[in-house]
């Protein structure tokens, strides 16, 4: 069965700093770009960070540049969205995606070919 599983959202303090992870089962996902997106409660989703398939290429919101990294280790079979000085407005349900085109993009979710089931980050104190 090909999957991805989000894990990693917590509660956290403003400021803080979680790590998310994007695992993959049944397929190969070194061949895949992969992207993270969130959705808050009535907001639309929005793509926040990608990298391609390669790692060679990310791509960030500007709401989240110079706070968020993301990172793939393919022997793990995994992509990472490591997150820091979280702020309030980061508050949502996170969502890996993998794309087969190997390139990935934030402007749209339409490429993807897989999704998670999501990961609930709260920034609250």
């Known amino acids: 069965q090909l999957q991805l599983v989000e894990s990693g959202g917590a509660l956290v303090q403003p400021g803080g700093s979680l790590r998310l992870s994007c695992a993959a089962s049944g397929f190969t996902l070194a061949y895949y770009a992969v992207g993270w997106f969130r959705q808050a409660p009535g907001k639309e989703r929005e793509g926040v960070s990608c990298?391609?398939?390669?790692?060679?290429?990310?791509n960030y919101a500007d709401s989240v540049k110079g706070r968020f990294t993301v990172s793939r280790d393919n022997a793990k079979n995994t992509v990472y969205l490591q997150m820091n000085s979280l702020k309030p407005e980061d508050t949502a349900v996170y969502y890996c995606?993998?794309?087969?085109?190997?390139?990935?993009?934030?402007?749209?979710?339409?490429?993807?070919?897989?999704w998670g089931q999501g990961t609930q980050v709260t920034v609250s104190s």
């Open positions: 995606a993998a794309d087969s085109s190997g390139i990935g993009t934030i402007a749209t979710w339409i490429p993807y070919d897989y």
């Open positions: 990298i391609s398939s390669s790692g060679g290429s990310t």
